[in-house]
Each structure stands twice: as structure tokens, then as C-alpha cells.
């Protein structure tokens, strides 16, 4: 008789486990306790290890994790929010256009720091948390030990077959060939095919392409992915042209997101301006927070915006780029 009380008393613990770990929510399986916020991000390593660094020390209670891509974050978040996977909580990537598209997917931004927040690519819901200058140029220095100046030198007949551009059409591409072009005559990106250039997905891959002495010279890069390039001794110098182009970066919790409170709460972080002093200092990025130390100022720059970049624009600045470059 004790043996089955006994094997009652472990049937009823088992069965009164596993009913426990029905009643749990979602959330507390996802390897966190639901206080995990995860962002995918597509801004430089530096600026995503600073800000995943500097919540963590100041925030223990919860954690942050960022996942670094580029544009294959696009259909990954996508998929997300059409099957209401759990993933992403906040979504920062470069340029309006998704965000504009994607409104109705995006939480009001309630954070403190919102409400006095200057610059934001959708109002109420995505913020502008960095701007991004991308018209540098890039060299190797063991290649071009005397570097570069102004954009008409990188038409030098030494620079033949030695350049880098990029070639995946976007927003971001086609109003950066559209700056190129305005800021140097209708001939000069013609003038810069005639060099046989050798084409890059992104800025990235090209940066590392010049660092490894693949190429010599980018005719783009932006100053974090060249400050991390710099801290590892790679053999590079730069040039940021002053009346450039940047890129806004832009942040938005996304509403299929089971953790709401923990993701305003790194928003808030990342809207104040010690978070913005993160995430853009070093000489990174700029801020729409005027005046914080270490960040550029990209007041004097042209700007990436969905108004000067629809889709038909991005459409014909696609079949330019193959007739000019000869791309097939």
C-alpha cells in the first residue's frame, strides 16, 4: 500500500509540473525569463558592441543582444512579423523607407527620452538614432601611400582597376550615386566606370576589401566600420568630404515584439543623450542631439530621405547603374 501511495504521490509531482510549464508564458522559453530585448541592427560592430556594453553595465536587470547584418535583416524581420515569430524586439536600419512602410507594425515609442527627442523617421513610432556619413573615401596606405583628397582623384589613371563600388541597388545607393553625380557633373560616374572597378555588396565587405589590399581604394565608407578597421592595424587612411551625403539610421520596437516594457525601456536609453554619446561617439556617427561629445556633425550633409527616393527613383537609378557600369 505505501508503494502506490508513493507511485500516486510521483504521478501527481510529474503531472503537476508539467501543468506549471504550460501556465508559463512564451516568453520565459525563449532562454531568458522574457527579460532579454534582442535588436537587429545594421549599424557598424563598434557602435553595436558600445551600446550593447554600456545598456548591460547600467541595466543588469535586463540584458541586451544585438544581431549585427545588413540588408538580409529586411526579409528576416519581415518573416517575423507575417508569421508573428518571436525574434526581433527593436529593428534599427538605414533609411525611412521600411519604416515608412511598416507603421502599422511599430509600437508608439512611450519612452521618457522620446518626448523631447528631435529627429524622427516615422513621428511617434521610429526614431532617427544616428546619421551616418558615408561619402569618405578609403585607401589602402601600402597602396596609395599618398592617399586622396577630392573625388576627381580617384579618377588618376593609377587607380585603374583598383577602385571599389557597390552595385546592390537601394534607397541608400540611389541617392548616394545621385549625390556623386550633382556634387561632380553628369560625366563623372561614367568616369569613374572607365577604371574598371571591382563591385561590393556593401560597404562592409568593401572596406575589408581595402584593408586586405584586395582593392586600393572605396569610393565609400563610413567612419565606424573605419575606426574598427584602424583598432585591428589594418593598413588604411580616409577622408570624410565635408559637404557630404550620410545615411540615417532609425530604430523601431516592433509591435509583435511579447516584450513591450523591456524594449521602451532600452529605447529610452538609446534616445537619452548618454545613449546617444554611446552609440555615435568615438567620431562614429552623427547625433540629432547637437553638441555630444565625440559625435561628427552632419548638419552640412545631404540626407537619405523616402521623399527624394521612391520607388521609381531607386527603379531608374537600378537600370543607370547597368548601362554606366556595364552590368549586364
Not at 56 to 68: D, K, Q
Not at 119 to 129: E, L, M, S
Not at 152 to 180: F, I, W
Request: proline fraction near 6%; charge should be negative; glycine fraction near 8%.
Amino acid at each position: 500500500m505505501r508503494h502506490l501511495t508513493k507511485c500516486v504521490a510521483v504521478l501527481a509531482a510529474a503531472l503537476s509540473t508539467t501543468l506549471l510549464a504550460a501556465c508559463v508564458p512564451a516568453a520565459g522559453f525563449f532562454g531568458d525569463g522574457g527579460r532579454t530585448v534582442h535588436v537587429y541592427s545594421v549599424a557598424a560592430p563598434s557602435q553595436n558592441k558600445r551600446l550593447e556594453d554600456a545598456f548591460n553595465a547600467s541595466h543588469p536587470e535586463i540584458t541586451l543582444e544585438i544581431t549585427r547584418g545588413a540588408s538580409d535583416l529586411v526579409p528576416k524581420v519581415d518573416a517575423e512579423i507575417a508569421t508573428g515569430a518571436d525574434g526581433a524586439d527593436i529593428f534599427i536600419m538605414s533609411g525611412d523607407s521600411w519604416f515608412l512602410r511598416n507603421k502599422d507594425n511599430l509600437a508608439p515609442v512611450t519612452a521618457d527620452a522620446a518626448k523631447t527627442y528631435p529627429d524622427w523617421g516615422v513621428d511617434g513610432h521610429a526614431p532617427i538614432v544616428s546619421y551616418s556619413p558615408f561619402s569618405m573615401i578609403l585607401w589602402n596606405t601600402d597602396a596609395f601611400p599618398d592617399g586622396f583628397e577630392t573625388w576627381d582623384d580617384l579618377l588618376a589613371p593609377e587607380v585603374k582597376n583598383r577602385l571599389g563600388v557597390r552595385d546592390t541597388m537601394s534607397a541608400v545607393l540611389a541617392s548616394y550615386l545621385q549625390y556623386l553625380q550633382d556634387k561632380n557633373g553628369p560625366n563623372y560616374l561614367s568616369e569613374l566606370a572607365e577604371q574598371n572597378p571591382k563591385f561590393y555588396p556593401s560597404l562592409i565587405p568593401m572596406a575589408q576589401a581595402v584593408a586586405s589590399g584586395e582593392i586600393g581604394v572605396a569610393y565609400t565608407a563610413s567612419p565606424a566600420v573605419v575606426h574598427d578597421l584602424e583598432s585591428r592595424g589594418a593598413p588604411i587612411d580616409s577622408v570624410l568630404i565635408k559637404d557630404g551625403w550620410a545615411s540615417p539610421f532609425i530604430a523601431g520596437i516592433l509591435k509583435k515584439s511579447p516584450r513591450q516594457d523591456d524594449a521602451q525601456i532600452v529605447m529610452d536609453y538609446l534616445l537619452s543623450p548618454a545613449g546617444q554619446e554611446v552609440f555615435n561617439g568615438s567620431g562614429d556617427a552623427g547625433s540629432p542631439i547637437e553638441g555630444l561629445n565625440g559625435t561628427i556633425d552632419t548638419s552640412h550633409m545631404r540626407v537619405l530621405s523616402e521623399k527624394d527616393t521612391p520607388a521609381k527613383v531607386i527603379a531608374e537609378w537600378a537600370v543607370r547603374l547597368r548601362e554606366i557600369f556595364n552590368r549586364g
